[in-house]
């Protein structure tokens, strides 16, 4: 027999007890209590090294028991710790249950997400892309862009050398061209819906028709793959697991992982686009340099806009962390590895020479 604390689960009041276990029996006495119960129905709480171990019953009461000799009664009635409790208290055990959660962890988010996400996207109805790429772009024509003041005729040659390309993998990706001009500068991308936006300065700045024919099989490389969707569907998936973990999906502390996360998608997305305009301008015999070209001139642009900007007085910041940056021997700045990972496209420098080595035959 050991002593205990009763609880009736009603008051907090204490009512001091003895307790004594036979035959699955738990039975404790005291003033005013007399029960007894099967050790069955008992919830029993861990064993901790500094706190009291609780014997929860169905109605509400307990029993806070302090004595160690506890343990050797409920191992003489029959009594084992649930396996995860018995997993805790051995540390070889936890150390691999660690490791095996880390390691899910990893495979979910490098393979397993990504797969769910495209699978979930390839049978989703066409009616929810289209819902979504409707609402985005009139959203793009309300805030961001105008009416292209790009040449009509200029727009139908476009549209038609695109369309007698010879898309790769023998499949045909419907889509719908659309020109914008933009007050965000060059820029091209792929809606849900099978629109491909390409603004006005985008053409300008190319002043090469293959350029242009390469970003463009980029944006189709988007919508062969789905990845507007795979991108909300993969940035849900990582929210609730976020939620999971940490709770709050409101604070920096989960944002920030969820953020990070999704622009590593983002980049491999941006990667599995460029193989696919790759493909596609060998299919068809069209050289990729002026693409490389074309993010050379893009990067040179940006680049003056933050000169622009620090003249002005407007990015004193970015102006003194420019002039701190390492210069690579064709004398552009070159990312440090952090902005790499904080951006939702590989860097520039990578997709010219991987463009290039195309090109090469590498």
């Known amino acids: 027999m050991i002593d205990a604390i009763y609880f009736d689960g009603i008051s907090a009041r204490r009512h001091p007890v003895t307790l004594m276990l036979h035959k699955g029996v738990a039975a404790f006495h005291g003033e005013e209590v007399r029960r007894s119960i099967k050790l069955s129905r008992l919830d029993i709480s861990e064993r901790l090294a500094h706190a009291p171990r609780l014997l929860r019953m169905p109605d509400g009461a307990c029993l806070e028991v302090n004595d160690p000799g506890l343990d050797r009664l409920l191992r003489a009635n029959g009594y084992r710790d649930p396996w995860v409790v018995r997993w805790q208290q051995n540390w070889p055990l936890s150390l691999f249950a660690l490791v095996?959660?880390?390691?899910?962890?990893?495979?979910?988010?490098?393979?397993?997400?990504?797969?769910?996400?495209d699978n979930f996207a390839q049978h989703l109805p066409a009616s929810i892309e289209k819902k979504i790429g409707e609402g985005q772009m009139t959203l793009i024509d309300e805030r961001y862009m105008q009416a292209s003041k790009l040449d009509p005729a200029e727009q139908v040659r476009l549209r038609r050398m695109f369309a007698k390309l010879q898309q790769p993998y023998g499949e045909k990706v419907d889509y719908r061209l659309e020109f914008r001009d933009s007050r965000i500068g060059p820029n091209a991308f792929a809606l849900p819906n099978g629109v491909i936006v390409m603004t006005d300065q985008l053409v300008q700045l190319a002043q090469d028709d293959r350029a242009v024919m390469a970003v463009l099989g980029h944006e189709l490389g988007h919508l062969h793959r789905?990845?507007?969707?795979?991108?909300?569907?993969?940035?849900?998936?990582?929210?609730?697991?976020?939620?999971?973990?940490?709770?709050?999906?409101?604070?920096?502390?989960?944002?920030?992982?969820?953020?990070?996360i999704d622009q590593k998608y983002s980049r491999d997305f941006e990667r599995e686009a460029d193989q696919y305009a790759i493909e596609m301008m060998q299919a068809n015999e069209v050289p990729l340099s002026p693409m490389a070209d074309l993010f050379v001139k893009m990067g040179e642009a940006r680049s003056a806009n933050r000169h622009a900007s620090a003249e002005a007085g407007e990015d004193d910041a970015d102006d003194e962390d420019e002039e701190e940056a390492p210069v690579n021997r064709r004398g552009s700045k070159q990312r440090n590895t952090w902005l790499d990972y904080m951006s939702s496209h590989p860097s520039d420098d990578e997709r010219i020479a991987r463009l290039k080595a195309a090109d090469d035959g590498k």
């Open 100 to 117: 095996s959660l880390l390691a899910a962890l990893i495979a979910g988010y490098q393979w397993g997400l990504p797969w769910a996400a």
């Open 226 to 260: 789905r990845h507007s969707l795979r991108r909300l569907l993969q940035a849900a998936g990582v929210g609730v697991v976020m939620h999971m973990f940490i709770g709050d999906v409101s604070s920096a502390l989960a944002a920030l992982p969820t953020f990070l």
